[in-house]
């Protein structure tokens, strides 16, 4: 079983930065370089939604219109990590992150991603 890690989640002004990261541990010794990897994000009482995506090879960037211009999602493949920079933050994007994870589906419908992370806690406050 594939299991991802989210880190680097807190709270922060608005206009502030935060800075995610995410890692595989699997049985198998893969990686997340290994894999397609997505950003979700789920605020109280809203559904999960998509945030940005990054394909295996980093040849494929998408973000979500709402994020677009604010954040940047990257890979660091000597850390095998996916990284996700998140600047200009506003109190709308306060949420639970999640970082999710496929070997062969890519794309912005939480469906297509088998590996999911246990959150991490974004606030934008004052």
């Known amino acids: 079983q594939v299991q991802l890690i989210e880190s680097g989640g807190g709270t922060v002004q608005p206009g502030g930065s935060l800075s995610l990261s995410c890692a595989a541990s699997a049985p198998s010794g893969r990686t997340l370089n290994s894999f397609h990897v997505g950003w979700f994000r789920q605020a109280p009482g809203k559904e999960r939604e998509f945030v940005a995506r990054?394909?295996?090879?980093?040849?494929?960037?998408h973000y979500a219109d709402s994020v677009k211009g604010r954040f940047t999602i990257s890979r660091d493949m000597a850390k095998s990590t996916v990284r996700l920079q998140m600047d200009s933050l506003k109190p709308d994007d306060t949420a639970v992150y999640y970082c999710?994870?496929?070997?062969?589906?890519?794309?912005?419908?939480?469906?297509?991603?088998?590996?999911w992370g246990q959150g991490t806690q974004v606030t934008v406050s004052s």
């Open positions: 990054i394909s295996e090879r980093g040849g494929i960037i």
């Open positions: 999710a994870a496929d070997l062969t589906r890519e794309g912005a419908y939480r469906g297509l991603y088998d590996y």
